[in-house]
């Protein structure tokens, strides 16, 4: 099975949320506004309950926040 | 830098400091001739009790000064609450200071094998619980900054 990664939209979808801050969105989550950094950055894969909590906050479906995507396809894009 | 990043490099260094100064008060009594490091393992027990407790005050204490300090520097009274990230980064870097403890262990019993003094061991334990510390906190700083 090739290697896949997680990649997320939040940066944008906050964008469309009437520019909400990262801090919003980490108080709407219950996480801390480091957390939503590091989701953002994709140097952290959120749990399914946060996934789903972002999600919601979002008002969107799970997978029009997160998609699973080949690695080789970021690591296209990253060139 | 985050709160945890900070936490964690102060724990290095309490740390540090705080198994330095006791060595080293350790050390002058064994030297003056007032306990016998090399043979009487009581008082091996005895100061690895008073380091427990001298240990815990002393990081109390700091962890408060560095809160007051940090709660000046950043105008932020609260502490963060542990999210599932921060349980994850305290999970792995835990694995990591109990691998290192484990090398540790082994090699204080490998010196024993070998023909080294007993008191050795004592020696060994203390610095391998040291470095496992640093360790401890090396990688939670680690995984904050590259991601988990």
Same mark, same amino acid.
């Given at each position: 099975?090739?290697?896949?990664?997680?990649?997320?939209?939040?940066?944008?979808?906050?964008?469309?949320?009437?520019?909400?801050?990262?801090?919003?969105?980490?108080?709407?989550?219950?996480?801390?506004?480091?957390?939503?950094?590091?989701?953002?950055?994709?140097?952290?894969?959120?749990?399914?309950?946060?996934?789903?909590?972002?999600?919601?906050?979002?008002?969107?479906?799970?997978?029009?926040?997160?998609?699973?995507?080949?690695?080789?396809?970021?690591?296209?894009?990253?060139? | 830098?985050?709160?945890?990043?900070?936490?964690?490099?102060?724990?290095?260094?309490?740390?540090?400091?705080?198994?330095?100064?006791?060595?080293?008060?350790?050390?002058?009594?064994?030297?003056?001739?007032?306990?016998?490091?090399?043979?009487?393992?009581?008082?091996?027990?005895?100061?690895?009790? /008073?380091?427990?407790? *001298? @240990?815990?005050?002393?990081?109390? %204490? $700091?962890?408060?000064?560095?809160? +007051?300090?940090?709660?000046?520097?950043?105008?932020?009274?609260?502490?963060?609450?542990?999210?599932?990230?921060?349980?994850?980064?305290?999970?792995?870097?835990?694995?990591?200071?109990?691998?290192?403890?484990?090398?540790?262990?082994?090699?204080?019993?490998?010196?024993?094998?070998?023909?080294?003094?007993?008191?050795?061991?004592? /020696?060994?334990?203390? *610095? @391998?619980?040291?470095?496992?510390? %640093? $360790?401890?906190?090396?990688?939670? +700083?680690?995984?904050?900054?590259?991601?988990?």
């Amino acid at each position: 099975m090739p290697k896949r990664t997680i990649q997320n939209n939040i940066r944008r979808l906050r964008f469309d949320a009437d520019e909400m801050t990262q801090q919003e969105l980490a108080d709407k989550t219950g996480v801390s506004r480091q957390t939503i950094v590091a989701i953002e950055k994709g140097k952290y894969s959120p749990s399914l309950e946060l996934a789903f909590k972002i999600a919601l906050t979002f008002e969107r479906p799970l997978e029009e926040v997160f998609t699973y995507v080949p690695e080789e396809t970021t690591t296209k894009k990253k060139k | 830098m985050s709160y945890r990043e900070k936490e964690n490099i102060i724990n290095i260094f309490s740390g540090l400091l705080i198994t330095a100064i006791f060595a080293w008060a350790v050390y002058q009594r064994h030297l003056d001739g007032r306990i016998d490091l090399t043979d009487d393992f009581q008082q091996w027990g005895i100061i690895f009790l /008073i380091y427990a407790g *001298v @240990s815990i005050v002393a990081r109390i %204490i $700091i962890y408060i000064v560095f809160h +007051i300090i940090n709660a000046i520097a950043t105008r932020e009274e609260k502490i963060p609450e542990e999210d599932e990230r921060d349980k994850i980064i305290k999970l792995k870097a835990t694995r990591n200071s109990h691998y290192t403890f484990s090398i540790g262990f082994m090699t204080a019993i490998i010196y024993l094998a070998i023909g080294f003094a007993p008191y050795v061991i004592f /020696i060994v334990f203390v *610095v @391998s619980g040291l470095i496992a510390e %640093i $360790i401890d906190n090396g990688s939670q +700083i680690y995984y904050y900054r590259k991601g988990v």
